[in-house]
């Protein structure tokens, strides 16, 4: 399998703050990859890192079998990057910007521009100084995406964008995916969630897990278990028992290697006077909330909890 | 070459008012300059109406040159920040630029929008001045080398290693803060490449365009052209911007050692500069100009107080020896120490080049000072001569010293009107007060030249009774020859008025229809150092 993008204990320090930690990371061609993470995460300097626009402490990314340290000129071709913080050359028109990027693209495709420009209601007399956010980063996609390029770096490209601007975008998007391999970073895992085939979390610099999304939504369960009489937090649960509450009855957790055969009997020998055990599939959001909830807490972890994910 | 052309046209398309501003303050100055060298010459030192236009309009080519170089800050930031290479948000690093591809359209852009129209501007103005541009090729080669040297590239590596135009103009302002103190220090330094600076705006020269030295242009801009350079790879090529900032740093470091050095006519009190611009000779090598002691009881050391003055003047006599047929030698700079009997000693130089401090010429044109003496004088403070006027001293001189060769004669007879006098450019003479000469030459000062004539002493055209010959004589250009100085209009003026150093003189000072003017140009042999040591020298008043 191919790997438009890989790397290997990929490291980025900011003096002493380390912003990307140890990433070993492959994102398979073809595939939508989400990179999630809060604010601060690292998931912009990951990409900056990508597309060679910073060099990498230690380790070594590549896009494209090409070392980022020496992505430049050609190279880019077949790479499109659109980020929320990109500046754009504001004194020109979105015709005189397309028309200047043109140039640069050997595969340009003027007829998948003049889609691009309907499909996202551009207006190309006007200068990009006096467009809205949302019209400039459709402008944005139009000009990376018109060359069909083989990879798509997308910095929180729907940030702050109203929900037509973000449909819109998303649509043009899934409309080349299959021509070409998406990476884009997010913290709003709602707009991500929806199209996307893969998925890392990315969490003070490290990636705690990176893997398809049927797999993830596949291996994370919500477990309510109701005890026949009220009972404490049982002391060292295991480490795939993820945010474990308990009130009364009821005892809540996240499991995070779900088991379609084996959980319910592991679940079952461990509480068994439990009147009943409901194990739910969970959205997106649940399960990174669960998975952040618990790295936050492995900084001071509470006796009852072996370790995080 | 294809994406060079690209990014060209786009700069073009984007920057075209920037590019009309440039050109139309360039095209303004041409104007102006031709219409000041255009003025009829009887009035170009008078105080009439037509003077007064000479001045408005000298004043109009300053004010110009100076928006000239706003616009090229201006012209060549914007350019430069449209794909700005410091930063990690802009558009184009992320699209297939290649980086050195980008740095030959940015100067491809310069050349025709900067350096292109400069050429042909400058060939109009030479023209418009009645010089030849096509034999001044050389000039304006090393002319536009310096400009590269000292304004292109330093205001194209600060763009390129800042990322907003307000970073690229404090930064500047920053560096010139650096230079400025050692610049306005040199100000008041008589004959130093600042004093020369101001000089030179009155002749329509560039603002701060002699703020180096004038010999050693060439080798601080070549410095400039590399640090800047370097700057610009490292930035570009290797993205390495702190690396470039570095290196750029470098830049005003080197212009101030350069203003402080003030190679080549260093002040004598730089002992490691002095050395290396004036070795000193021994006796045996000593060189045809040899220096001792001229006191006598007709020519005793004179020490003079102006009242008011908080300082007085010394005149130290000194005899020379006779220079050889065709030769010359000038005084550069003077250090004097004196020690009293008890011990105490005081010193002080006297820096720079003046006119009056040629020493000797020839025999053939040494008619003025016929006993080969000459006054070595400096300024004592007066609290300092309080200790030395009552006892005998010892008064220690250093001079640094020009050697100079006769390299061409010209004779013109007067008067002249805009005649070409070759090796010095376009001169004519007038009458004013005793007689004066005045040249325009391209890009450079001519090199030290010699310009003599007899006056007659009955107004003309009276008979010549009892003829006694009397020289008026001034100097102009400079021993240092390179072949152009930094600026951006190319003609230089350089010229004086005819004085005579004879005391002797009566009766009146008339230059005569057909009196041969002598343009005797001198070349520069060696710089030497010399030293002379005076015993039991009485500095009374």
């Known amino acids: 399998m191919n790997y438009p993008i890989r790397t290997t204990n990929l490291t980025r320090r900011f003096g002493r703050a380390i912003a990307v930690d140890g990433v070993d990371l492959s994102v398979p061609e073809g595939a939508i990859y989400a990179l999630v993470g809060a604010n601060g995460a690292g998931k912009t300097t990951l990409i900056k890192l990508l597309m060679g626009i910073l060099r990498p402490t230690f380790g070594r990314c590549e896009a494209l079998g090409i070392d980022s340290r020496r992505l430049a000129g050609a190279a880019f071709h077949r790479i499109g990057y659109v980020s929320e913080n990109q500046e754009m050359p504001e004194g020109m028109t979105v015709g005189g910007m397309l028309d200047y990027f043109r140039g640069f693209y050997p595969a340009w495709d003027r007829d998948l521009e003049a889609q691009l420009v309907r499909q996202f209601d551009l207006p190309l007399s006007r200068k990009l100084k006096d467009l809205s956010r949302g019209m400039k980063i459709k402008a944005a996609f139009a000009s990376s995406l018109a060359y069909r390029p083989s990879l798509i770096v997308l910095d929180e490209p729907f940030s702050g964008l109203d929900p037509l601007v973000r449909d819109e975008l998303i649509e043009g998007l899934l409309e080349r995916a299959q021509e070409t391999t998406i990476f884009l970073s997010s913290h709003d895992l709602a707009e991500i969630e929806s199209f996307s085939s893969h998925v890392g979390y990315l969490d003070r610099g490290r990636l705690l897990f990176s893997e398809e999304m049927t797999v993830l939504s596949d291996r994370f369960r919500e477990v309510t278990v109701t005890l026949a009489s009220p009972a404490p937090l049982p002391a060292r649960l295991p480490a795939t028992w993820l945010q474990p509450q308990s009130a009364d009855c009821v005892l809540r957790f996240v499991h995070n290697a779900f088991d379609e055969h084996a959980t319910p009997r592991e679940i079952a020998a461990r509480f068994p006077n439990a009147r009943a055990i409901a194990i739910d599939p969970m959205a997106l959001r649940a399960i990174f909330l669960a998975i952040a909830k618990s790295n936050r807490g492995s900084a001071n972890q509470s006796p009852a909890q072996e370790k995080v994910a | ?541």
Request: charged fraction near 15%.
């Open chain 2, 1 to 541: 070459m294809k994406q060079i052309l690209h990014i060209f046209a786009k700069d073009v398309r984007r920057f075209w008012p920037e590019i009309l501003v440039s050109l139309g303050v360039l095209a303004a100055l041409v104007l102006v300059c031709s219409r000041l060298w255009s003025l009829p010459q009887s009035t170009y030192w008078g105080r009439d109406e037509i003077g007064q236009h000479t001045d408005n309009l000298m004043l109009i080519t300053q004010i110009l040159s100076a928006f000239l170089l706003v616009s090229w800050w201006l012209l060549i930031t914007r350019v430069i920040h449209a794909e700005a290479p410091t930063g990690e948000t802009h558009f184009w690093i992320t699209r297939p630029y290649d980086r050195k591809l980008l740095v030959a359209a940015k100067f491809f852009f310069l050349v025709v929008f900067l350096y292109a129209p400069l050429v042909l501007a400058q060939m109009l103005m030479l023209a418009a001045a009645g010089l030849n541009p096509l034999a001044s090729i050389a000039g304006m080669l090393f002319n536009l080398m310096l400009i590269t040297g000292f304004y292109v590239l330093p205001l194209t590596a600060i763009a390129t290693v800042t990322s907003t135009f307000f970073r690229t103009t404090l930064t500047l302002f920053c560096a010139l803060a650096v230079i400025t103190p050692f610049a306005v220090k040199d100000i008041f330094n008589p004959g130093s490449p600042m004093e020369t600076s101001l000089n030179s705006l009155l002749y329509g020269g560039l603002p701060f365009s002699h703020l180096l030295p004038v010999g050693d242009q060439l080798s601080l801009s070549l410095l400039l052209i590399a640090v800047c350079g370097i700057a610009i790879v490292l930035q570009y090529i290797f993205r390495r911007s702190w690396l470039a900032r570095i290196a750029l740093l470098a830049a005003p470091a080197i212009v101030c050692i350069g203003v402080v050095a003030e190679a080549p006519r260093p002040e004598l009190s730089d002992r490691a500069e002095k050395n290396l611009h004036y070795p000193l000779l021994s006796t045996a090598t000593a060189g045809p100009l040899q220096l001792s002691d001229g006191r006598d009881e007709q020519h005793p050391v004179v020490v003079h107080r102006y009242p008011g003055d908080d300082f007085v003047w010394v005149r130290m006599p000194l005899l020379l020896s006779p220079l050889q047929e065709g030769t010359a030698a000038t005084q550069e700079g003077l250090e004097v120490t004196i020690t009293n009997a008890s011990g105490f000693s005081w010193s002080t130089t006297v820096p720079g080049w003046y006119p009056e401090h040629v020493l000797l010429i020839s025999s053939d044109r040494s008619g003025s000072w016929p006993e080969q003496r000459r006054q070595s004088q400096f300024t004592i403070p007066i609290t300092v001569y309080d200790k030395f006027k009552s006892a005998p001293v010892t008064v220690h001189l250093t001079l640094a010293r020009a050697e100079l060769q006769e390299a061409g004669v010209t004779r013109i007879p007067f008067p002249i009107h805009e005649t070409f006098v070759p090796g010095v450019g376009l001169c004519r003479a007038m009458k004013l007060g005793y007689g004066a000469i005045q040249c325009r030459s391209a890009f450079r000062q001519p090199q030290l030249t010699y310009v003599s004539a007899e006056w007659s002493q009955s107004p003309c055209p009276a008979p010549q009774t009892e003829m006694k010959e009397v020289r008026g004589e001034t100097w102009m250009g400079f021993s240092d020859s390179e072949p152009a100085d930094l600026g951006i209009v190319p003609v230089q003026y350089s010229g004086g008025a005819f004085m005579s150093d004879h005391n002797n003189t009566t009766g009146g000072k008339y230059l005569c229809t057909g009196t041969p003017i002598t343009f005797t140009q001198y070349k520069l042999v060696r710089r030497t150092l010399t030293n002379l040591t005076l015993q039991n020298v009485r500095l009374s008043e």
